[in-house]
């Protein structure tokens, strides 16, 4: 019967080494040969089942083995394996001088050893099996796969699915007598779900909670029309510019006018930024004013630097820098704790690397120090506003009108003029386009997010105000609590 491969392996080596010592210690002990020799020295029993004709027929030529092999009368107890992937030099080598390596071994240097080292590796002479076999065993088949076992775990391993992103608006509005002027900025989101935007004399209020419009105010000719609008971060109160230089702040709650800002700026107030109580406000006048709603006299700070009408204002999220974009094509950032009254306040950088008016201004809200700007030049640029850097530049290839960081992923937003009127979403950094969204019929000049960073709406000087769910789709309300069906249920009990 035969044997497995590894145990006949095992034994084989086993005799090997037997031998190589018997064929030694009778070198040593003056033996002649086979004929001298017979059974084993003292003190080195052989293996188990090892006879002296296993060992004459071991060292027999090919021919006379297959001649002894005839006359044998039982079966072979052993498996020859190929030959051709041995290496009989090697083994004889080791018969025959194994001794004399090991006694030279003993007495060599350290350095001489390293260098015997060196060499056994170089003429691959280290290695220990004698015995090698050609084909490696085939790798075991798996009868069940590992993700019919473990279905969460496979599903872990997946990658992130990509996020479908809706092509059309979800709702649209007509917004008729809207301004179709680039420098104006009259669309805002509050933290209340309210959209406030300014149409021509009046400002309108839409709630996207239960989708109820209403008139706030209407200004006379000679107050109006609005040029900007504003809501404070709490949603309370709204910041409403005007084309006579006055600022009026407005309570939503009690739909009441709580104070007009006057001699702040000479000409009219087209874009407003607020910094918790602080509402900045710039002007045609080319001065950037700092008030103060809590005190009487709300001029607390200016800015002075821009040649021409300041058209683009944001407060960064740490409230500490300002970045302004004027019509005379120039960025502006402006440090808060440098804020002077009477000479006005020295700028950290003034930037003169785009070459249109700047008015599309967006803080990064993962980032604390990085700002895109983008511009009549139809580029968007991002600056290290520490340094004053530009980190990189793109080329729209139109009129880049508003800009829009998303709350949930490194996406950019931008708004567009002629020939697509379209809202392109960018991948931050790589700025690839992810979406193109179309819809409008003329250039999309507004843009406001909702408080949950998911909608956005649109208003275009084709008098459509559009929402799209691009950042995401909003969660829906959470259903109402189960009524239990136990009798006295709706008591209330003090344990």
Not at 201 to 208: F, P, R
Request: contains cysteine; charged residues 20%; proline residues 5%.
């Amino acid at each position: 019967m035969y044997t497995s491969v590894d145990s006949w392996a095992s034994s084989a080596a086993e005799e090997m080494k037997w031998i190589s010592t018997q064929l030694l210690c009778c070198r040593d002990h003056g033996f002649a040969g086979r004929e001298g020799f017979s059974g084993s020295l003292p003190g080195i029993p052989p293996p188990e089942e090892f006879s002296r004709k296993r060992l004459l027929t071991t060292f027999l030529s090919p021919f006379s083995y297959n001649i002894h092999r005839r006359q044998r009368n039982h079966t072979l107890d052993r498996f020859i394996p190929n030959r051709s992937a041995m290496d009989f030099n090697y083994a004889r080598s080791l018969l025959t001088g194994g001794t004399k390596w090991k006694e030279k071994s003993a007495v060599m240097s350290t350095s001489s050893e390293a260098y015997q080292k060196l060499l056994a590796e170089a003429f691959d002479m280290n290695r220990s099996r004698i015995l090698a076999f050609k084909n490696k065993p085939p790798s075991p088949v798996e009868l069940i796969p590992q993700s019919w076992l473990s279905p969460a775990a496979s599903q872990s391993k997946s990658a992130k699915p990509c996020r479908s992103i809706p092509k059309a608006c979800q709702r649209m509005l007509d917004a008729p007598y809207i301004l179709d002027d680039y420098y104006l900025n009259l669309l805002d989101w509050g933290a209340n779900n309210v959209v406030a935007i300014a149409l021509s004399e009046s400002v309108y209020l839409w709630n996207a909670s239960n989708g109820s419009a209403t008139e706030l105010v209407t200004f006379n000719d000679e107050e109006g029309p609005v040029t900007s609008v504003s809501w404070a971060p709490d949603g309370q109160n709204i910041a409403i510019g005007l084309q006579n230089s006055h600022v009026q702040l407005w309570d939503f709650s009690a739909q009441r006018q709580l104070r007009t800002f006057r001699g702040g700026h000479r000409l009219r107030v087209c874009s407003l930024a607020w910094n918790n109580h602080i509402l900045t406000t710039g002007g045609m006048d080319c001065k950037i004013t700092d008030n103060d709603i809590r005190i009487r006299s709300h001029i607390v700070g200016t800015y002075r630097g821009h040649r021409q009408e300041v058209c683009g204002l944001k407060w960064s999220p740490s409230g500490k820098q300002l970045a302004s974009g004027g019509k005379d094509n120039l960025l502006y950032l402006w440090d808060r704790s440098r804020s002077s009254l009477n000479s006005g306040t020295q700028w950290l950088h003034r930037i003169e690397d785009h070459t249109a008016a700047v008015k599309a201004l967006a803080w990064c809200l993962f980032q604390g120090n990085l700002l895109a700007s983008g511009g009549s030049d139809r580029s968007i640029k991002f600056w290290n506003t520490c340094m004053g850097a530009c980190l990189n530049s793109v080329d729209t290839g139109s009129k880049v009108c508003a800009l829009l960081w998303s709350m949930r992923e490194r996406e950019l937003l931008s708004s567009h003029g002629l020939p697509e009127n379209q809202l392109i979403l960018w991948k931050y950094p790589s700025m690839g386009t992810m979406a193109e969204l179309t819809g409008h019929t003329s250039r999309v000049l507004f843009l406001a997010q909702s408080p949950d960073g998911c909608t956005v709406a649109s208003a275009a000087a084709d008098e459509k105000l559009m929402f799209w769910h691009v950042f995401g789709i909003p969660e829906l309300a959470k259903r109402a609590p189960k009524t239990s069906s136990k009798p006295f249920a709706h008591w209330h009990s003090i344990r």
